[in-house]
């Protein structure tokens, strides 16, 4: 495959993943589960605040064994988790 289809699916795939539909479709389930906005508002700042605690050390697990011995782990521990 040349670089420039190489390139062009990697930009696809970027747009694609960047949509994250899943974002905005739960803010709506909570509101319509009868959440206020202030509890959305609260659970969205947990959810990142958490987020943000495992990514820093996901990273440096990843510079310390390697980052594709890191993408497969956590590829293997998604599958199960689902």
Not at 4 to 32: N, P, T
Not at 45 to 53: I, K
């Amino acid at each position: 495959m040349n670089i420039k289809k190489q390139i062009s699916r990697l930009y696809l795939y970027e747009i694609v993943s960047g949509l994250q539909i899943v974002d905005a479709v739960w803010v709506f389930f909570l509101l319509e589960r009868g959440f206020s906005l202030a509890q959305v508002g609260i659970a969205e700042g947990v959810f990142h605040a958490v987020s943000m605690c495992f990514e820093i050390p996901s990273g440096m697990v990843s510079d310390t064994i390697g980052r594709r011995k890191k993408l497969s782990q956590s590829s293997l521990q998604t599958g199960f988790s689902v």
